[in-house]
């Protein structure tokens, strides 16, 4: 499959790029003129003005704008007026426009006033409109729904090279692992991302959050967060929904490469570094062949017990075979790591025909990172039994050094066709990640009874790829009353965790034994396809004398996954052993004739195997929606959005007694209204109000059997349908029965727009969950954690954001400027019953428990500040930014098993970019990240109990740079 998606995207990359030298060809017959472009909008609602006239006042030609706003004119080199004039508008020029021969002067934002006495000009000099926020800001203005978000002029401005980095400067938005984004301090479960308006997965499927860090800034046109809900979105989110927005046609030709590096002390060029010998294919993302399982995924193969009287037979050679056949490394190696670098290509251009605009965009980017983690913990503490004893005790202590290399490889390609009436688009996106881990931790152990110290050793690889390709266009009829737009995306993915090996010995003896854990081999795949669709018609209309838009549409997703865990334990029989991982699958160690009670494997999958699935979804969903104005300053946008949600599995739990043949798991029809106003206080200011019903369902991992392990962590997964009970079976704690979150939205918003991007804001907002699903520690096995439905809950919050020029202190700080936004929430959760029971029970002396609790994975604060300085005439930039998020929630206790928390992490990162040579053609970086050394710890929290560690990790300080050059 791997090497039939590689052979197609060469295939369909080489077309684009014969496409591109042809139009290239063509066009060099227009290389004696300059070229002025650009796009015009209508400021108070940042729509795209159609049939604009833009007149060269000095030749008396120009052009019109098309349905996207866009224009371009060719003309000899020279300065020139140019004069944007439409019915019923303030007329705009722009004065000592320069063009250059087989140059592009680009005009971006020009902004269009609504004036009836048309008899006002502006006059600007065009060096005043560099590319600003303020097409952003005319469109959050404008928008039916409350907006935030992040345009490519920022990008830049504030230094970071990929989508992950830049988008956390956006109101509410928080970024976890430096790849995923969280809106408003929910979690994962409650935020969505899309890519140009569709459903696309990530390289974790489970995630609704798409890897932020793989999209290089320079193809991305803005990032927009919705906050509140309109019936044309999905409905399965509530904080947010991303929509990475990347360009169709570039504003100018562009040819950019990039190198990139970083260097954190504490983890490279470091000689304790832990690694281990991969693949030869493992710098590209993906192994050789190397980690391949021995048996070849077959699950008829000989076992232990049926060959052991016989080694010699057929049977029992096969065994031998595939035993030998096992990687005998299971213990890493210590070297120096290398510091991080990263490249990256990309390219575009616009080239207008008489009858046609082509567009294409390309970019590659190469990512190799090391970290090195010294001194990390996993741990495990309980409550002590006892109402007076309220210190927490410890289960199991994990201490140890690990080394990571992640390889991330990815690649878009787009090609965009516009013509009077119609736009084409066609993007490509493949993505490769291999990440291999190394480690070694000290073990104690004082749980169930068993008592000891042991050496264990870890080492794992993890390949994982995405292709997705999205078909989209756009048509208008009669004008721009009636637009049309659809949009297919099918996507394959798929995660290979091969040859996870885990080694622990029991010290001071060296042995091995089912208390300490044997020995294991684990191998994990998951393939899933998903196909998405979606159409939508809008008719532009009027309503009370004013303008309106009727939209309505219809969606269909279809998703389809295989997974499958294969492990082995090796009982080491009498081998004698002298604690160096590497020995134990010695040749002279392994089963055979003459050593019978050797090393052998244990196949775990076999008879039953509730870790092999298979599940598809399907939603098919239409919605209808009004956008009006009753009133001369009131909009209301209001909908109406039907969703039918169904999901399938095929399965087994643990003991084989449920088998289940593509069982409906969940039949959901829901309809969701929504409800947005916005109400006109002064030309600049808005008071929003947003009402809407939104879900949450749980994804095909947590609808399943399926227990996946974290070995470096210990840390078990289990899928929601396993049942637990206490008691003897007599009381039940979770029934197995997973359903989805309805939630109601309600959004207040006051905010005001100033110049130059400028703006202030103030917003509430209050949800209700219904049973929403949250991560809860498993009581019967520590270390295990499954997703449940939990008792009724509320979140209430309050967001502030402000962008500001220092200049009001003094005219000489105009280019400094302070953006800030800060987001203040409060949640509550109804316990359930078994689990307000069981904190009863565990209660310590002088302990309330009261019926509820704050919510899993919902920060009570996030601070985003941060002070920028930005010189357009010497090309020099430079910002200095803080972010914070409160202590959250991650792990809900359960009985003696407490609370798990995250402790804040103080982020403070300093970014410098300097622009040099003609036309700045060449930029380079400077950043420095967690200049406060910060560590990311969670730790378990309890009633008149000093908080234990979970788990920490130290980052360090990094030092990033980069060099980019244009050609």
């Not at 039916?144 to 990008?155: E, K, Y």
């Not at 983890?267 to 993302?285: A, C, E, I, S, V």
């Not at 357009?872 to 430079?878: D, I, Q, S, V």
Request: charged content about 20%; proline content about 4%; aromatic content about 12%.
């Amino acid at each position: 499959m791997k090497t039939k998606a590689s052979k197609s995207l060469f295939k369909t990359s080489l077309a684009i790029v014969l496409l591109v030298l042809f139009q290239l060809l063509a066009g060099f017959a227009f290389a004696q003129n300059g070229t002025i472009r650009g796009a015009v909008y209508e400021e108070s609602t940042g729509e795209p003005l159609f049939g604009v006239s833009v007149l060269i006042k000095e030749l008396s030609t120009g052009a019109v704008t098309d349905f996207d706003g866009k224009f371009e004119v060719q003309v000899a080199p020279g300065a020139y007026t140019v004069q944007v004039s439409y019915l019923s508008y303030t007329t705009f020029e722009l004065t000592a426009v320069v063009v250059t021969a087989g140059q592009v002067n680009v005009l971006q934002d020009v902004l269009m006033k609504e004036d009836a006495s048309e008899l006002e000009t502006v006059t600007v000099q065009a060096a005043a409109i560099r590319t600003t926020e303020s097409a952003l800001m005319s469109v959050k203005r404008g928008a039916p729904n409350l907006l935030d978000g992040i345009s490519a002029s920022t990008f830049r401005q504030i230094g970071d090279g990929d989508a992950a980095s830049a988008v956390k400067r956006v109101t509410g938005v928080s970024i976890e692992g430096g790849k995923y984004v969280y809106v408003r301090g929910l979690g994962d479960r409650y935020t969505k991302t899309v890519l140009n308006g569709m459903d696309v997965p990530g390289l974790d499927p489970d995630r609704n959050t798409i890897q932020m860090d793989i999209f290089p800034t320079n193809v991305i046109d803005n990032i927009i967060v919705s906050k509140s809900f309109t019936s044309d979105l999905p409905a399965d989110f509530t904080g947010g929904v991303v929509d990475i927005e990347t360009k169709d046609f570039p504003e100018e030709k562009t040819m950019k490469l990039g190198i990139s590096g970083g260097i954190n002390p504490s983890m490279h060029f470091n000689k304790n570094y832990l690694t281990y010998q991969g693949g030869k294919t493992d710098f590209l993302g993906f192994d050789d062949g190397t980690r391949a399982i021995p048996t070849g995924g077959s699950t008829n193969i000989p076992q232990y017990g049926q060959v052991v009287g016989n080694p010699n037979s057929p049977a029992g050679l096969e065994y031998q075979d595939i035993l030998g056949n096992f990687n005998k490394t299971l213990g890493g190696t210590r070297q120096a790591s290398m510091m991080d670098f990263g490249l990256s290509f990309s390219l575009g251009n616009q080239i207008v025909r008489p009858k046609v605009t082509w567009g294409y965009n390309a970019a590659v980017t190469y990512k190799n990172e090391t970290e090195y983690y010294q001194g990390a913990e996993y741990n495990l503490y309980g409550k002590a039994i006892g109402e007076t004893d309220t210190e927490l005790e410890a289960l199991e202590k994990q201490r140890g050094d690990f080394g990571v290399n992640n390889v991330l490889l990815g690649g878009m390609a787009g090609i965009a066709l516009k013509t009077n009436a119609s736009k084409y688009k066609i993007n490509i996106l493949h993505l490769q990640n291999g990440e291999s881990k190394a480690g070694t931790f000290d073990f104690v152990n004082t749980n169930l009874g068993a008592n000891f110290e042991a050496k264990q050793y870890n080492l794992e690889y993890s390949q994982r790829a995405l292709t997705s390709i999205l078909l989209s266009g756009t048509h208008f009829f009669n004008g721009r009353d009636w637009e049309v737009n659809w949009k297919i995306a099918p996507t394959l993915s798929s995660i290979e965790d091969p040859d996870i090996r885990f080694t622990r010995f029991r010290l001071p003896t060296n042995n091995i034994s089912t208390e300490v854990g044997l020995p294991a081999r684990i191998w994990r795949s998951l393939q899933e396809e998903n196909v998405n669709g979606k159409g939508d018609i809008t008719r532009n209309l009027s309503a009370f004398n004013r303008d309106a838009k009727l939209k309505f549409g219809g969606s269909y997703s279809f998703k389809h996954r295989l997974f499958n865990i294969q492990s082995f334990q090796f009982p080491t029989g009498d081998t004698e052993l002298t604690g160096d991982p590497n020995q134990i699958l010695a040749p002279e160690n392994l089963f055979s004739a003459d050593n019978r009670n050797g090393v052998r494997y244990n196949p775990d999958f076999i008879p039953i195997n509730p870790n092999e699935y298979e599940a598809y979804a399907t939603t098919m969903g239409g919605y209808a929606s009004m956008e009006l104005n009753p009133a001369e300053k009131l909009k209301a946008v209001v909908g109406l959005r039907v969703e039918q949600f169904n999901q399938f599995y095929t399965g087994t739990n643990q003991t084989g007694d449920i088998v289940y043949d593509l069982v409906e798991m969940l039949d959901d029809l829901d309809f969701f209204p929504t409800v947005n106003l916005i109400y006109n206080l002064k030309e600049n200011q808005n008071l929003r109000l947003s009402a809407t019903r939104t879900t949450a369902r749980p994804s095909f991992k947590e609808m399943s059997y399926a227990e996946i392990l974290d070995p470096i962590s210990g840390r078990t997964f289990i899928g929601g349908m396993y049942q637990e009970t206490t008691n003897g079976g007599t009381e039940v704690l979770w029934d197995g029965n997973l359903t989805s979150t309805r939630i109601n939205n309600f959004d207040l918003r006051w905010e005001m727009f100033q110049q130059r991007g400028e703006m202030f804001s103030v917003s509430a907002f209050y949800k209700t969950f219904d049973r929403p699903i949250e991560m809860v520690q498993f009581l019967a096995d520590p270390g295990t954690f499954q997703p449940r439905n939990v008792g009724d809950g509320a979140v209430a919050g309050l967001e502030l954001e402000f962008r500001k020029s220092l200049k009001f202190i003094a005219p000489s700080l105009e280019a400094f400027n302070w953006n800030t936004n800060v987001t203040l929430a409060e949640s509550q959760i109804k316990m359930s019953e078994s689990e307000l029971r069981s904190r009863q029970n565990s209660a310590k002396e002088g302990e309330v428990v009261e019926d509820t609790r704050q919510m899993a994975g919902q920060a009570p604060f996030i601070i985003n500040t941060g002070l920028s300085y930005n010189s357009y005439t010497t090309g020099f930039e430079a910002g200095l930014f803080y972010n914070v998020q409160g202590s959250t929630l991650t792990y809900v206790g359960f009985g003696n098993r407490t609370d798990t928390f995250t402790v804040p992490f103080h982020s403070v990162n300093f970014n410098l970019n300097k622009s040099f040579g003609a036309d700045e053609r060449i930029q380079a970086g400077l950043g420095v990240q967690n200049i406060l050394n910060q560590k990311r710890e969670t730790v378990f929290s309890a009633y008149g109990a000093e908080d234990q560690i979970f788990s920490s990790l130290s980052p360090g300080t990094k030092i990033n740079f980069n060099v980019s050059f244009s050609f």
